[in-house]
């Protein structure tokens, strides 16, 4: 079974321009999660998806962030423009849930440097 | 309250010996309490996960053990191994959202 996939694996950009991340979840998994681990934290969750329709973006900080999942497979996460703190790592997982489980899988995710 | 406190921040363990890595939660609504593992460039791996009707769950050399009325629960690792080496984070869900801890950087020396 393939894994999260995501691209590209690094990106270094300037503050003020606009960068985006692509993911492609594990086939058949309904929900998909942005996730930004910014360096000796955890990830914190930025937006859910269940298909193609949001199910919390509470944490996205809609002014400069957006996302989508066209036809409820692949989704990209922009910034637009980036700052100096957007510097992470973002991270995709995606989950397919049976009864009670929610075990995510976690893709490589994209290490975002912003100069 | 959706904090997730984790320690310690670094761990040092020599090669057969036991890793102990604690975590505290507030939010009582928490009902999955899963352990992650990441290596670096590598996105978090679970590892091994408990609900806390359960005070105990073992998986090879990994056990949780949770203490649902301190609200507390920590990752033991037996006979700790080099290839061990990562960084480990708790984290708490309700619903299938996950509250991760800060996270411990373990490190297991030959």
């Known amino acids: 079974e393939a894994g999260v996939a995501q691209s590209p694996r690094y990106k270094i950009i300037e503050k003020r321009q606009s960068v985006a991340f692509w993911c492609n979840p594990i086939s058949g998994h309904a929900t998909l999660y942005w996730y930004q681990q910014i360096l000796g934290q955890g990830p914190k969750l930025l937006i859910q998806f269940q298909n193609n329709g949001v199910v919390d973006d509470s944490q996205l900080p809609k002014d400069r962030f957006s996302a989508e999942r066209l036809k409820g497979v692949d989704s990209t996460l922009k910034i637009q423009p980036a700052k100096l703190e957007d510097s992470a790592v973002y991270l995709c997982?995606?989950?397919?849930?049976?009864?009670?489980?929610?075990?995510?899988?976690f893709g490589p995710g994209t290490r975002l440097t912003v100069t | 309250q959706q904090q997730v406190k984790q320690s310690p921040q670094s761990l040092i363990v020599q090669k057969g010996g036991i890793s102990i890595i604690n975590c505290a939660y507030e939010n009582t609504a928490f009902d999955y309490f899963p352990w992650y593992q990441q290596f670096p460039g590598k996105g978090p791996a679970l590892l091994i996960a408990?609900?806390?009707?359960?005070s105990e769950k073992k998986e090879g050399r990994f056990t949780i053990s949770f203490n649902k009325s301190a609200k507390q629960f920590s990752l033991h690792i037996m006979d700790s191994q080099p290839g061990d080496s990562a960084t480990y984070f708790c984290a708490a869900s309700f619903s299938d959202k996950l509250i991760f801890g800060t996270g411990t950087r373990l490190q297991v020396f030959p």
């Open positions: 408990i609900r806390p009707d359960v």
């Open positions: 997982a995606s989950s397919l849930m049976t009864g009670y489980t929610y075990e995510q899988y």
